[in-house]
């Protein structure tokens, strides 16, 4: 059974930022308010988790740093196979981006914490404590592919999340997939900056 904290997290994700809102109500107000203020509720609701890390070893811990640059690597190849493959065609956020100044920030930063800790730490965890590694990182990651509402980019955002999940698992913290979340979606706006 979920704690209760992570079903609140749930709710609150499909309600305001995950994949459904995006569709629905779209305007300045909701695109400039909703993903901080979700966030902000995600680490409330994880307060007592969050005051039993020690950040030190956190930061310390070479494990995290080297399943972070391997998970990102391949994220990178599923993405640019894709590209090769299929094409790359726009998704939501990429207007978003054109169109809101602060995308930006809420694409490197605040979006990675709210996926990894709804798609990752709960719903691959739920799975995965039950000692179902593979189900878990498949329900996880199909639910993340589809939430990007993308068909030419649903198999890159899938084996992005079986990545995500596996360097989740193998790391034990979810800060090395929030790492990997982050620096890959930094560098696909690196990229989308450079082509102009």
């Not at 956020?93 to 730490?121: G, N, S």
């Amino acid at each position: 059974m979920l704690k209760k904290e992570y079903v609140w997290i749930l709710i609150i994700f499909f309600l305001f930022v995950g994949p459904g809102p995006v569709v629905f109500f779209l305007n300045k107000y909701t695109v400039s308010f909703l993903p901080i203020s979700s966030c902000i509720l995600f680490l409330f609701l994880l307060r007592k988790e969050i005051q039993n890390i020690d950040f030190n070893l956190l930061l310390r811990n070479n494990e995290m740093y080297k399943w972070a640059f391997n998970g990102l690597k391949y994220c990178i190849f599923a993405h640019a196979a894709n590209a090769l493959l299929i094409g790359n065609s726009q998704i939501i956020t990429d207007d978003l981006i054109q169109t809101y100044l602060v995308m930006p920030f809420y694409v490197v930063v605040v979006a990675p914490i709210i996926e990894e800790i709804a798609y990752r730490k709960i719903i691959f965890g739920w799975f995965n404590n039950k000692n179902l590694f593979w189900i878990g990182a498949i329900v996880s990651s199909s639910i993340f592919a589809l939430g990007h509402f993308s068909i030419e980019r649903i198999g890159a955002y899938f084996i992005t999340g079986i990545v995500l999940c596996y360097a989740y698992k193998k790391s034990g913290t979810i800060a090395t997939s929030i790492l990997i979340h982050g620096s890959l979606n930094f560098i696909s706006l690196l990229v989308r900056t450079l082509k102009g």
